[in-house]
């Protein structure tokens, strides 16, 4: 173990060196940057624990790879290896400096290999026959428990090895989600600058009734725990800051019945949900869930209900990813929506893992425009007309997709190839 850190050191200084100045914009860029900078002193003195938590509150802020990959390297020195395994789920190589890629590919090949390979686990089709399980893959996360995302203080005896630092920037394809904070007690009121968890009761016994109250009076990034029940909006909420939404699974919904959208995220985020379902309810035309830019991380979340407006060409998708919308989506449901499950469009270049998209009026999961990024063992299956769609100039890698009773076929490429086609099982469109 020790040499690994040596060989991680070696491939440290080969990496250019950080500027820490670097597109620092904006005020929350500012404010994340300083935390991360003092992580980085602290993570070069040894103080691990110190470190992971400066960059644990730099990414509340604004989502910066390095600071990502710091707490990764951070939480593997801690033997919290779950929670550095995610952390690295959550951007693709793409996103770091040309001339950096293959150094910091290969520490973070070293930071896993310190904490080992993940437990694996086939991802099974919902809504379709067992028979049609997806091949083994990373086990979509769980729901969350209730306990403190971090511990208190890991000793110097319990620590793993030392692993070394990588130049701004990182990302890989994992498995499990961070474990969110602790919930509330019911009925005790938090201040609108807490930073700790606040709990949304439909019944009034939280610290808020309303999603919009509590969005609207608490710091950016705290965790909103939202309570089993119906969550009504009174009317489309667009979210423009780093927000942390956590439910009880799918019991906890998020229903509206306005046009045009339920949710929409806008500005960098980041952006979490959680165990929650999100739904459109109604006859007006709206997608369900729409990210216009920014970093994603849904897992365990059910979309549904997006409206088709026919006459106006406009809504019907459960998720509708724009702009260069990034981040992971993985162990979630997209059905019935009256277009698409899942469409990406714009530059959007997600991880999309361990998903199902079943049941939606046209594709289950579809690409368009110039958009990317990786799907992973999903399943789409008895959709209206094709399981995977690639389009106009997209590009993204599939690996390991299922794809069973889609009404026309399993997988449209418009172009008729694709790079990036591995081990799937989508029988591809042939025109009679």
Aim: proline share 6%; aromatic share 4%; glycine share 10%.
């Amino acid at each position: 173990m020790r040499a690994l850190a040596t060989v991680l050191l070696a491939l440290v200084l080969a990496l250019p060196a950080i500027d820490a100045r670097a597109q620092a914009d904006s005020e929350e860029e500012k404010a994340a940057r300083s935390l991360y900078n003092k992580g980085k002193a602290k993570f070069d003195a040894g103080d691990w624990v110190a470190a992971e938590d400066l960059f644990a509150k730099s990414l509340t802020v604004y989502a910066n790879p390095y600071a990502r990959l710091y707490r990764a390297a951070s939480l593997a020195h801690l033997s919290r290896c779950d929670e550095s395994r995610a952390e690295m789920t959550r951007f693709t190589p793409d996103q770091v400096a040309a001339k950096a890629r293959d150094k910091a590919r290969a520490m973070v090949d070293k930071v896993k290999a310190l904490c080992g390979p993940a437990p694996a686990k086939p991802a099974v089709a919902q809504g379709v026959d067992r028979a049609l399980a997806v091949a083994p893959a990373a086990e979509p996360a769980a729901a969350p428990p209730a306990a403190t995302s971090r511990p208190a203080e890991a000793s110097a005896a319990t620590a793993a090895p030392p692993v070394e630092t990588v130049a701004e920037g990182e990302a890989v394809a994992v498995d499990a989600a961070p474990v969110p904070p602790a919930v509330p007690e019911k009925g005790k009121g938090r201040a609108s600058g807490s930073r700790g968890p606040i709990l949304v009761s439909p019944d009034g016994s939280g610290d808020y009734a309303r999603l919009e109250d509590a969005l609207a009076r608490v710091k950016p990034g705290v965790v909103i725990h939202l309570a089993a029940g119906l969550h009504r909006l009174s009317k489309p909420l667009d979210i423009n800051t780093p927000v942390r939404l956590f439910g009880d699974g799918k019991s906890t919904v998020i229903v509206g019945d306005g046009e045009d959208h339920v949710l929409r995220f806008l500005g960098k985020g980041p952006f979490e949900l959680h165990d929650l379902a999100v739904e459109h309810q109604g006859g007006r035309w709206a997608r369900v869930v729409v990210v216009e830019d920014g970093d994603v991380d849904f897992r365990g979340i059910r979309v549904s209900g997006g409206v088709r407006d026919p006459a106006a060409r406009r809504g019907g998708e459960g998720l509708l990813m724009l702009g260069g919308a990034a981040g992971v989506i993985t162990g979630c449901e997209f059905a019935s929506n009256a277009l698409h499950g899942v469409k990406m469009a714009g530059n959007a270049h997600p991880i999309l893992e361990g998903n199902t998209a079943r049941s939606n009026g046209k594709g289950g999961i579809v690409w368009f425009e110039d958009s990317g990024g990786t799907a992973r063992a999903n399943t789409c299956a008895a959709n209206g007309q094709y399981g995977m769609a690639v389009v106009d100039r997209a590009a993204p890698t599939l690996i390991g997709n299922l794809c069973a009773d889609n009404l026309r076929g399993g997988l449209y490429l418009e172009s008729g190839h694709i790079e990036g086609l591995v081990d799937n099982r989508c029988a591809p469109y042939q025109p009679k």
